[in-house]
Every structure is written in structure tokens, then in C-alpha cells.
């Protein structure tokens, strides 16, 4: 079965340094998305992205945020200076269409320290 | 895009039948009801998703009623691999005007023996 693969599956990083999360979408999705989880709280939604633009962001995507498709398969999250409320599970999911099933990645746990 | 509230836990024994309420009374017309399960450190999971009546799949089945305020996700014969928190997510799909899942704090299931 097809699957959103993301990497690293942890990352442990320094205040104020640039992270880039990474995924792989499945291969005929169209739209893609970042979600966030901080621990024991709700699945938060950051961006979708279509056609090669962000289509909407939430107002926790500000511009320490960015996303990017550097080619045919990756599409990356990439905060800028992450801050220690950046800690949480980062996932990404892909769907094929606008408002079909999303499918999410198993995440990435981002620890700022 | 419509609230959603759901409790914020229940129990059950392996074998069981479960039923899961979600109260949506601001649906909106486009609106459909989406389920997502989450098991820990893990993405969320595509259940099922309905407009109105019945909807059943491999899984489990989802039961709207004709007011379409609220939702039921019936998960039969649970096991203790069903235990995981369940999402009730509703909003537009299928050409809607947002492609983003909103989710709330979902009801967690603690299957035991």
C-alpha cells in the first residue's frame, strides 16, 4: 500500500536554529499538507500546497515557516529559527484531490532544546 | 467550517460493539463527516466518511441521521489494537472551498481484556 513516507523520524535542534523537515508524498497525490501535534494536544493544521503554491496556511504558519517542492517527489517544512514551542510531532499528509482522504505520514518529533 | 463535540473518552472490553457520538449541529449543507484514528506517535488515519444515512466499510460503519446534527462511527468486535483516539472532523469536500482538517480533541477508546 502507498504510504507518506517523512524523515528523520526525530530531530533534535538548538533555539534559533533551521530546521528542514522532510517528506515524500504519495506518488499521484496532488495536494500536500503539514500538521502539527504538540504533545497531548490537538492535530493543528499549518499549510496545504497545490500546483506548486501554498494554497492556505493557518496563523500558526508565519514567516519562520516555509514549504517548498524542490523537485518531483520531496516537499519540505522548513522553519527558519525554531523556537522551544516549535517542540512537537510534525506530520505530513497528502491527498489526490481537494477535500479527499488525507493521508498522513507517521511524523517527525521535533525537539528544540 | 462546523464544530464538532464528542466524548472525551470511553472504555470498553474486547469483543464489544462501539458506538461514538459526534454532535455537529452547525452542518452546513456542503458539509460531509469525516472519522480519523490515531494511535500514539502516529498520523492520523482515514476511517470512514458519510453525507447522510449509512455509510459501512471493512472497519466500521458511520450512521447520520436525516437532521445530519450528529454522527455515530460503530466499530464492531473491538480489540485492543482498536484503542486509539477517534476524530470527528466535518467540512466541505469533493470541489469545497478548503482542503484543510480541522480536528478537535477526539474521544479516546481504551479497549481492555
Known amino acids: 500500500e502507498p ?3 517523512q524523515t528523520p523520524s526525530h530531530q533534535v535542534t538548538q533555539m534559533g536554529q533551521e530546521v528542514i523537515l522532510r517528506c515524500v508524498p504519495i506518488s499521484n497525490h496532488l495536494y500536500f499538507y503539514w500538521y502539527r501535534q504538540i504533545l497531548g494536544q490537538k492535530v493543528e493544521f ?3 500546497f497545490y500546483n506548486n503554491e501554498i494554497s492556505e496556511k493557518s496563523e500558526i504558519f508565519d514567516d519562520q515557516f516555509s514549504v517548498e517542492r524542490p523537485d518531483g517527489s520531496n516537499f519540505t517544512l522548513k522553519i527558519r529559527s525554531t ?3 516549535d517542540s512537537a510531532m510534525y506530520f505530513c499528509a497528502s491527498s489526490e484531490g481537494q477535500g479527499l482522504e488525507a493521508f498522513f505520514g507517521q ?3 521535533l525537539t528544540v532544546v | 467550517l462546523a464544530k464538532t463535540t464528542q466524548p472525551i473518552s470511553m472504555d470498553s472490553y474486547e469483543g464489544q460493539e462501539v458506538n461514538i457520538t459526534c454532535s455537529h ?3 452546513a449543507t ?4 469525516t472519522w480519523y484514528q490515531q494511535f500514539p506517535s502516529q498520523g492520523p488515519r482515514f476511517i470512514i466518511q458519510g453525507y447522510k444515512t ?3 466499510n471493512e472497519v466500521a460503519s458511520l450512521f447520520i441521521p436525516a437532521d445530519r446534527k450528529s ?3 460503530s466499530l464492531p468486535r473491538v480489540s485492543l489494537s482498536d484503542t486509539a483516539v477517534y476524530y470527528c472532523l466535518v467540512g466541505e469536500n469533493y470541489g469545497g472551498a478548503t482542503n484543510k482538517l480541522i480536528f478537535g480533541t477526539g474521544t479516546l477508546l481504551a479497549v481492555q481484556p
Open chain 1, 46 to 48: 499549518l499549510v496545504s
Open chain 2, 30 to 33: 456542503n458539509d460531509y463527516i
Open chain 1, 107 to 109: 511524523g517527525t518529533r
Open chain 1, 3 to 5: 504510504e507518506v513516507t
Open chain 2, 25 to 27: 449541529n452547525n452542518i
Open chain 2, 54 to 56: 449509512k455509510v459501512t
Open chain 2, 71 to 73: 454522527s455515530t462511527l
Open chain 1, 83 to 85: 523556537k522551544l514551542e
